[in-house]
């Protein structure tokens, strides 16, 4: 059950993130969030966040992948959601960088 959320003790209380709810989140709530983490979460909790974003990332781009092939082999899929996977991996690539910084 631990993979499921990281948990951040910081001076005013904690906070429990659900992995697949929260992340890769907007870029407001990023802004918001990733000082917190990157300050006061332990180094295994941003390991399995890292971890969590490296994963969601690649399945994103492999979705993207298998999209643009039908495209081109004419089985056309839906433009949004083409948009709606490539918003989500773009999305997870900002928040490895935030976690990085």
């Known amino acids: 059950m631990d993979d499921y959320y990281i948990h951040v003790d910081y001076p005013n209380g904690h906070l429990n993130l659900v992995l697949d709810e929260f992340f890769p989140c ?3 709530a990023a802004r918001i ?3 917190l983490i990157n300050r006061y979460a332990a180094a295994a909790e941003k390991e ?4 969590h974003l490296t994963r969601s990332a690649e399945k994103r781009k492999k979705e993207l992948t298998d999209m643009e092939a ?3 082999s004419g089985r056309r899929q839906s433009g949004r959601n083409y948009r709606h996977a ?3 991996y ?3 690539l ?3 960088q935030f ?3």
Do not use: D, H, Q, W
């Not at 399995?48 to 971890?51: A, C, F, G, S």
């Open 33 to 35: 969030m990733f000082p």
């Open 94 to 96: 900002r928040n490895l």
């Open 70 to 72: 039908s495209y081109y």
């Open 26 to 28: 907007t870029i407001k």
């Open 90 to 92: 773009k999305r997870a």
């Open 48 to 51: 399995k966040l890292r971890n």
């Open 86 to 88: 490539n918003a989500v």
């Open 99 to 101: 976690l990085e910084e």
